[in-house]
């Protein structure tokens, strides 16, 4: 197993700008979900994907969107980024959508300026 | 849709000494519940996790969670802390929607210990 490891770990961008945030996926997990964390705060999901289609979606807007791809790697990107933005962004995945629990990345701070 | 309630912000205790971390949920399904901590500039790991059978499941590192569906609780326990255990404890409650288990977060529990 080599877990779930997230890129970059810290990012500065300017508000309006656009990000895309990446994950690769622990092998065999075919479900990854992505979680918005501010500070202080308990994760927020944004979206799962299973076998490359998103099949679930939280209380984001359309500019938050992402993608997964057959070898278990994941992005997530956001258009027009807003200072509320800035949080911790947190990559998870699952075998078979995530019944029995999920193994979480390290994150990649977003700080939005 | 479920939500989940951690009564307490903030934890703190003294090394050796027992603590309870309390969580309540609701939801109108039946669940699976978790705990999962945060180490300092870390992601989030399992801690523990109930599914079904035994209402009490553990850890290896010494904690223990009992689910108590009347009351809707998952409270962790621990008898005796360790300094490294300062973290933030986060619970975790998931149902079956449209296939897919996608768990709601309490706001997390910071556990302090002192020495």
């Known amino acids: 197993e080599t877990g779930v490891t997230q890129s970059p770990t810290h990012l500065i961008k300017t508000r309006g700008q656009q990000v895309t945030l990446r994950c690769s996926s622990q092998?065999?997990?075919?479900?990854v979900s992505w979680y918005q964390q501010a500070l202080g705060q308990g994760p927020q999901f944004i979206f799962q994907y299973y076998r490359e289609e998103e099949n679930g979606r939280g209380n984001f807007p359309p500019r938050f969107s992402g993608l997964q791809f057959p070898n278990y790697s994941s992005e997530l990107n956001v258009n027009a980024l807003e200072l509320d933005d800035s949080a911790l962004y947190l990559c998870?995945?699952?075998?078979?959508?995530?019944?029995?629990?999920?193994?979480f990345g390290s994150g990649t701070r977003l700080t939005v300026v | 849709a479920q939500s989940v309630t951690q009564l307490d912000s903030q934890v703190p205790v003294f090394e050796e000494a027992p603590v309870e971390l309390r969580c309540n949920y609701s939801?109108?399904?039946?669940?699976?519940l978790f705990w999962y901590v945060q180490y300092p500039n870390q992601g989030l790991q399992l801690l523990l996790k109930?599914?079904?059978?035994?209402?009490l499941v553990e850890s290896i590192n010494g904690f223990e969670a009992e689910f108590n569906k009347s009351q809707t609780s998952f409270h962790l326990r621990k008898p005796s802390v360790h300094i490294s255990d300062t973290a933030e404890y986060f619970c975790?409650?998931?149902?079956?929607?449209?296939?897919?288990?996608?768990?709601?977060f309490g706001r997390g529990t910071s556990l302090i210990v002192h020495p």
């Open positions: 998870a995945s699952s075998q078979d959508r995530g019944w029995d629990g999920y193994t």
């Open positions: 939801s109108s399904v039946s669940v699976y």
């Open positions: 975790a409650v998931s149902a079956a929607s449209g296939g897919s288990y996608i768990p709601t």
């Open positions: 109930y599914l079904s059978g035994s209402t």
């Open positions: 092998s065999g997990h075919n479900t």
